[in-house]
């Protein structure tokens, strides 16, 4: 990547952060005519997103799968000439799992299977069955998820079913997550159409009548790190590594940043696709307000490891995508991807890959990279009857970690459209990143392209 001038040329539009939401907004404004630069304070691009290869196995540090109803992500993977990579997986992916007293039962597949699920008692499948003629009330500000599952499925599908959901998405516990900001679409569609399940029928066909197909599972041939270098090699030299701002300051036409080498890049607009807390500090001595605001934002630490295994040394069934483990199980295990079942190239013949995720808010990890490895494979084996030692170990940890959008936080971000939309001091800066309005990377590409 090439390294930054002493004084750059004037651009347009400057980015700091070269995480997915900081490379999806500058190859979106490069495309459209602009002159950019990205500054990313690492040695490469993406953030959290990389593949790793090691021993024969493939697998990802973050997001490892693409929804079939990422249209944005799907729609710009195309766009960049990558479709060709992508990849369905397996229909085993079909078959997942939910930890329920120490023991993986069968996650319902579809409408009749939740009638049949040993993870609902039959009070709670009849009360799943009355959410379409349940009232939907005015908004309800700050909701929680626990309280609007709930209040429209019923407490016993809120655990473990939907628990075991927002473990998968967030790493979190869903008695803190605000409703409308973690599962916006959810509650927009209840709002829309009084109930959650109308709601989704009507999309669905909506969907259909477009020709949308919204389900499946797929992936990139070469990782998500393809799609990071695809963006990288569209930017040229608009993108810069190793320049980690150190201060902006807002100019009478434009912005001024400053890296921790002295060097300085002007531009008329400024976008921080930064994380909340990194972007925090930078705003301090121009908007301490939004400072404060975005300072404030949690986050739940999570680990992933990665075990390369033969496949004789697993007693249980993995032939299937995986298994969620609700927080009623009490343990530091969020849930485990069978990457190799979905797509056998991640792994060597004879060999399963399995991707455990650990932490969340459940357990605050230390540094100890080894005790976190040891931990995931000792809860790993409480499930999946795991013998010997695996072939292959790597522990990634994410620490801050993963945004945890609270009660208050719509709110919160209403505090700060409203504050860059009338200081002077702001005019023509953004915000963008997984901070702020969803997590996935989908919405990384749907913000770029607003």
Not at 216 to 228: K, T
Not at 308 to 329: C, M, N, T, Y
Not at 416 to 445: E, F, T, V
Request: aromatic share 6%.
């Amino acid at each position: 990547m090439p390294s930054a001038p002493d004084s750059a040329a004037p651009v347009d539009l400057a980015i700091v952060g070269g995480g997915l939401a900081g490379l999806f907004a500058a190859w979106r404004a490069k495309t459209a005519g602009a002159t950019v630069r990205l500054l990313e304070a690492a040695p490469r691009p993406g953030g959290v997103v990389a593949t790793i290869e090691e021993a024969g196995f493939r697998f990802e540090r973050a997001a490892s799968t693409i929804r079939g109803a990422a249209f944005e992500l799907l729609a710009a993977i195309r766009e960049l000439g990558l479709g060709g990579e992508l990849v369905a997986a397996s229909p085993l992916a079909k078959r997942r799992w939910v930890a329920r007293r120490g023991r993986l039962a069968l996650a319902p597949g579809g409408p009749l299977s939740f009638a049949f699920s040993p993870l609902l008692t039959f009070g709670a499948k009849l009360r799943l069955l009355r959410e379409p003629w349940i009232p939907e009330p005015a908004a309800r500000e700050d909701e929680t998820l626990a309280s609007f599952v709930a209040r429209r499925f019923g407490e016993g599908f809120a655990d473990p079913l939907f628990d075991a959901v927002v473990t998968g998405i967030f790493a979190g516990d869903f008695t803190k997550l605000e409703a409308a900001s973690a599962m916006a679409r959810m509650t927009e569609l209840s709002a829309a159409h009084g109930s959650v399940i109308r709601g989704f029928v009507a999309a669905t066909r909506e969907n259909q009548r477009k020709g949308l197909v919204t389900h499946g599972l797929f992936a990139l041939r070469g990782g998500m790190e393809s799609l990071v270098a695809r963006l990288a090699q569209e930017l040229g030299d608009a993108l810069v590594c190793g320049c980690e701002v150190v201060s902006i300051a807002r100019l009478v036409d434009g912005w001024e940043l400053r890296d921790a080498a002295g060097r300085v890049q002007r531009a008329r607009e400024l976008i921080l696709a930064t994380p909340s807390w990194v972007s925090a500090k930078l705003l301090a001595p121009l908007a301490p307000a939004v400072a404060s605001e975005l300072a404030a934002i949690e986050t739940a630490n999570v680990a992933v490891v990665a075990f390369g295994v033969e496949r004789p040394q697993i007693g249980g069934d993995v032939d299937g995508l995986g298994f969620l483990v609700p927080g009623s199980e009490r343990s530091p295990l969020l849930g485990i991807l069978y990457e190799s079942s979905l797509f056998p190239d991640r792994a060597p013949p004879g060999h399963v890959l399995l991707r455990c995720m650990v932490g969340g808010e459940r357990l605050k990890l230390d540094d100890d990279l080894a005790a976190i490895g040891d931990l995931a494979w000792r809860e790993a084996s409480r499930y999946l009857a795991l013998t010997g030692a695996p072939a292959m170990r790597r522990v990634i940890l994410h620490r801050p970690g993963i945004p945890q959008y609270r009660p208050g936080h719509a709110r919160r971000l209403a505090r700060i459209d409203a504050a860059l939309a009338s200081d002077r001091n702001l005019a023509g800066l953004k915000l963008a990143g997984w901070c702020y309005r969803g997590i996935a990377l989908n919405d990384r590409a749907k913000e770029a392209a607003i």
